[in-house]
């Protein structure tokens, strides 16, 4: 079983849904960072959460400790956030490594 | 700032040639790393390095040499080239200083194709 676990691997929204992205993990963490990457390639940082909630804009980030659960929101969806969305931990144990997941394939049409 | 600087964008290898990806960051970051990607696969870690003259391996460390003789910089070697080291290399830094974990800052990418 993976260490990171997103849900689901491909979604496909119309312009203007509520979006989310699910990350359960199985270890004890410190850190989990939510990235996208673009048909480009190119990754960035979205947010980093080691507690509680985090918004930017129209995207929302929340995590759950106990239950090792993460979602990624997207409010008002648009064509310009279809994008693979990764989530990523940093293990307690091993504060110097990430694990990913193997990302969630967002489309929006228009 | 430029961020993180990754070259070449692309490479094409015969089998058994050796190649460096470079990997720089003008962030004065500790902590860099590289990773491969592959389909239906997360990122993997292959090395990381804590600051200059540290290097430690990551999942996938066969077949990749690293070095860290500043902290500006961080190269990739494939020493012999195999085709299953194609893939989509990335590179990325972050910070160590304080208590809190800081974010990662990604370089473009390397697709690299061995035949």
């Known amino acids: 079983k993976n260490e990171v676990e997103q849900s689901p691997q491909n979604l496909t929204a119309q312009e203007g849904e509520f979006i989310t992205i699910n990350c359960s993990y199985s270890?004890?963490?410190?850190?989990l960072h939510w990235l996208q990457q673009h048909p480009g390639g190119g990754i960035v940082s979205l947010f980093m959460?080691?507690?509680g909630k985090k918004k930017h804009g129209r995207l929302i980030a929340t995590i759950n400790i106990q239950e090792k659960h993460s979602s990624l929101h997207i409010t008002a969806s648009h064509p310009r956030d279809s994008a693979v969305y990764i989530c990523?931990?940093?293990?307690?144990?091993?504060?110097?490594?990430?694990?990913f997941g193997s990302g969630t394939q967002l489309t929006v049409l228009p | 700032n430029a961020g993180v600087t990754q070259t070449p964008k692309f490479q094409v290898l015969k089998t058994g040639q050796s190649m460096t990806l470079q990997c720089a960051q003008d962030?004065?970051?500790?902590?860099m790393s590289w990773y491969r990607q592959d389909p239906g696969m997360g990122l993997r870690l292959i090395h990381y390095?804590?600051?200059?003259?540290?290097?430690d391996q990551g999942e996938v460390p066969n077949g990749y040499n690293v070095s860290r003789s500043t902290t500006e910089d961080f190269p990739l070697r494939l020493l012999s080239a195999a085709p299953s080291q194609t893939s989509v290399y990335f590179c990325?830094?972050?910070?160590?200083?304080?208590?809190?974990?800081?974010?990662?800052?990604f370089g473009n990418g390397t697709r690299l194709t061995v035949t």
């Open positions: 990325a830094s972050s910070s160590l200083r304080g208590r809190h974990n800081s974010p990662l800052h």
């Open positions: 270890v004890g963490i410190s850190a």
């Open positions: 959460l080691s507690s």
């Open positions: 990523a931990v940093r293990s307690s144990g091993s504060a110097r490594q990430l694990t």
């Open positions: 962030m004065n970051h500790e902590y």
């Open positions: 390095s804590v600051g200059a003259g540290i290097t």
